[in-house]
């Protein structure tokens, strides 16, 4: 008996993605198939506002610090704080939208998609962009640090004790995470919620 022309012929195999047929490849990030222009830019928006209230909400927690008859450890921290509301606000900001917006993203992809769908190279690129947000933060926090050692100097010559200087320094970054803790978590839940299936 012939053989049918074409019956024997090998199946033709996609060179792209290893897979007969037309498989994907390697599964990238970044990927919103589906997911409404005005919800990305509305994660852009909260992700420059926040970057741009860094400075007041710092100021504000200085104020409430030193607020109803403080004593020196609180009148010191928020004094602290005011006065450098401009210069630590801004990175704080930026890394509370940078968290906001990687869980955010972590919550998206884990209500849409399997495990896979990240891709190798978002580790990558989230480990990356939270360095940087976060050197630009502690460089900004040595700079303020550097600052006040003259004002540290003439308080530990008149006599105040190192202790209520760490004292004041707790109080500082204890107020500053208060803060902006609940507030990365809240603005994280609310820029996820349109897209949660």
Known sequence: MGRR???????????RGGRSGGGDGLPLPGRFDGSPAAVLAGWILTAIGLAMAGPGLVHACGR????????AVRLLAGRVLTAEARRV???????????????????????H????????L???????????????LLTAALESRQSRAPVTEALLLVGAPPATLRRAAL?????????????????????ALPLKG
């Not at 022309?5 to 060179?15: F, H, M, N």
């Not at 990558?124 to 630009?136: K, Q, R």
């Open 122 to 136: 978002t580790g990558l690129g989230a480990t990356l962009i939270l360095a940087c947000t976060g050197a630009t």
């Open 89 to 111: 606000g801004r990175p704080l900001g930026v890394v509370c939208a940078v968290l906001s917006g990687m869980l955010a993203a972590a919550t998206v992809y884990a209500s």
């Open 5 to 15: 022309p074409g019956r024997d012929r090998p199946r033709r195999r996609d060179v």
């Open 64 to 71: 409430l610090l030193q607020a109803v008859r403080p004593g």
């Open 171 to 191: 109080l500082r970054a204890g107020a500053l995470l208060a803060v902006f803790l609940p507030l990365t978590w809240a603005v994280a839940e609310l820029a």
């Open 113 to 120: 998609t399997d495990a896979a769908a990240f891709g190798p």
